[in-house]
């Protein structure tokens, strides 16, 4: 009877967050197929997980494939996992899975932690309708083409960025599809956590960290929308900032960068207009 490929989600940034599923899958695989195997180890570690690991990533896929799947053909389970997050979302296994879904294998997923998602919850916008774009192209023209492509896709865009091209990519950005609102995750669940919401020139303005994971989400308004918005009175937006603040526990300063991204005003206009109304120092 041939075994089950698991494909694990594994945690991106603080250990913690995996699930008792995944815990028991990976402690009774035969295998485990890793993206990177030190980094893995760390959390195997962590949980005094002792099952065998072998490498797998873009460089060696094709020739692991075929072993992996005769190991599968003889009754093996195969878990995989990638570096961080959830597997074959930017990262190595497609080749493996479609492999086993021909052999009449049995691929179970196991789901767990996501930037994307974990990036669309804290994002503060409409997200009823988006569209996952992977990794920007890393030479400037191809990235160019990129945005250029874009410009009619409806919803909500999500796409990860490398640290070293994260402003050529808000430049492009800016120049390309306008002056959007934006959210700028970088190094979710770990120690230095930052989600930015601002109109992209606000980010650019400011200096950008070269280190760490990014994840960009960038929204379908822009400034020449503003206009078609539905006005807010200064009223309603002191009874929703009490609102955000005292029930869904939020921050005043969460709750005044929601505010602004809700109402496509900028953060400063709000924060002086709750302040003139006494509700922040």
Not at 203 to 208: D, E, G, I, K
Not at 246 to 262: F, G, I, N
Request: glycine share 6%; net charge neutral.
């Amino acid at each position: 009877m041939p075994g089950t490929l698991f494909v694990v989600a594994t945690p991106i940034g603080n250990l913690e967050d995996i699930t008792l599923r995944a815990l028991r899958v990976l402690r009774a695989a035969s295998v485990i197929a890793a993206e990177d195997t030190r980094r893995t180890a760390i959390l195997l570690q962590r949980h005094d997980i002792r099952t065998p690991t072998i490498s797998f990533h873009e460089h060696n896929e094709r020739q692991r494939t075929g072993a992996l799947l005769r190991r599968l053909e003889a009754g093996d389970d195969v878990a995989i996992v990638s570096d961080a997050g959830t597997p074959l979302i930017s990262d190595p296994g497609a080749r493996l899975v479609e492999a086993a879904l021909q052999a009449g294998i049995r691929v179970e997923p196991i789901p767990g932690p996501s930037a994307v998602a974990a990036a669309l919850a804290a994002s503060g916008l409409e997200t009823g309708r988006f569209t996952f774009l992977g990794f920007s192209p890393a030479r400037a023209g191809a990235r160019s083409r990129w945005f250029e492509s874009l410009r009619d896709v409806p919803g909500v865009l999500v796409y990860f960025e490398a640290p070293q091209r994260i402003r050529g990519s808000l430049e492009d950005l800016r120049r390309i599809l306008g002056e959007r609102q934006i959210v700028v995750a970088r190094e979710l669940t770990k120690i230095h956590e930052s989600i930015t919401r601002a109109w992209v020139s606000e980010v650019l303005a400011n200096p950008l960290p070269e280190r760490g994971e990014f994840t960009i989400i960038v929204s379908n308004l822009t400034h020449s929308d503003e206009a078609s918005l539905p006005s807010s009175s200064d009223d309603d937006v002191v009874q929703e900032f009490c609102r955000l603040t005292e029930y869904c526990d939020l921050s005043s300063r969460d709750a005044v960068a929601a505010l602004a991204t809700k109402l496509a005003r900028q953060r400063q206009d709000v924060y002086a207009l709750l302040r003139r109304a006494g509700k922040v120092g």
